[in-house]
C-alpha cells in the first residue's frame, strides 16, 4: 500500500479505497445473476489483488534478469489497475454529492480534477526529461568502439532502443547491421529483406539464425553484442572454442584464436 501511495499520493488512493467500498455497496443491494455485477465482483477480486500483487512483487522477482525494468513495468501495472478503482471512487463521491443537500457537485468534481495535478506536481522531478540526455550517450557508448560494418546483436529494451535511436533518428553509424534478439518472426522477412543475405532464409529458430549470422561472418567483418545473460551466451555457442569474448566499453567482441575451416 506503501508504494501505490507514493505513486498515486495519498488523497487519490483514499478515493480509490471510498470507491472499492461504493462497488462493495453495490455488490450487498444487487443480484448476483446481473451480469454486470458479476463483471464487478471479478474485477474487485482479481483487479484489486493483482495490483497489489504486482506492485508489492519486487521482492519476488528480484533474483531474475533485468529486474529495474521489469519491476518498473510490475509497478505501472499496479498503478493503473489500481487508477480504475480511483475513477470508481470519484464516480461514488460525486453521486453522495449529488445526494447531500450541504456539498456543491461543481466544486467536488474540479477538487476531483486537480487531484491528478498534485501527483504531477509532486513527481515532476521524476517524470521531467529536459536536458536529459542519458539514452542518447548510452547509444553513442555503444557504437563507439564498433568497427566500420560491424554486426552488432542488442538484448534488452535500452539497447535495443538506444541502437535504433541512433541509428533511424540520429541518422549515425548506417554501417553497422544491428540485429536485436527479440526481433519477432513476423519481422524477420522484412529485416532479412533489409539486409539480404544475412542468413540462410531456411533457418526459422532466431537463435540458430543468430549462430548463423556468427558462423558465417566471423573473420570476414566486426561482431558484437551487448545485453546477452550468461544462459543466451551458452545457448550460441560463444563459451565454446573457438570464440573468444573480449569487451570493449558497453560491448563485447566475438572473435577466435584460429580459424576453424583449417582445424
Known sequence: AASLAEYLTI?????????????????????????????????LVAGTLFALYTTLGGERASMGYNMLGVNERMYIMGVVVSSFL?????????????????????????????????????????????????????????????????????????PTFSAL??????????????????????AQEQFLEENPGLWDEESKELTLIIRDIIRDNIGKRPIYFTGLTDEEIAQLGLLEN????S?????????????????
Open 165 to 186: 535511436y541512433y541509428q533511424y533518428v540520429k541518422k549515425e553509424r548506417l554501417d553497422v547491421t544491428v540485429v536485436s534478439l527479440s526481433l519477432p518472426p513476423w
Open 86 to 158: 480511483v475513477g470508481f471512487g470519484a464516480y461514488a463521491l460525486l453521486r453522495v454529492v449529488h445526494w447531500s443537500k450541504y456539498l456543491s457537485v461543481p466544486v467536488i468534481a474540479i477538487g476531483c480534477m486537480l487531484l491528478p495535478l498534485y501527483s504531477l506536481y509532486i513527481h515532476f522531478g521524476n517524470v521531467n526529461k529536459h536536458n536529459f540526455y542519458l539514452g542518447e550517450d548510452q547509444a553513442y557508448n555503444l557504437f563507439v568502439n564498433l568497427e566500420p560494418r560491424a554486426i552488432f546483436f542488442v538484448r534488452g529494451d535500452s
Open 247 to 263: 569487451p570493449r566499453g558497453m560491448v563485447n567482441q566475438v572473435g577466435f584464436e584460429f580459424d576453424p575451416r583449417l582445424d
Open 242 to 245: 573457438p570464440y573468444v569474448l
Open 11 to 43: 488523497p487519490l488512493l483514499l478515493v480509490g479505497v471510498f470507491g472499492v467500498l461504493w462497488l462493495l455497496v453495490l455488490l450487498a443491494r444487487s443480484t448476483y445473476k446481473d451480469p454486470k455485477f458479476f463483471i464487478a465482483i471479478a474485477f
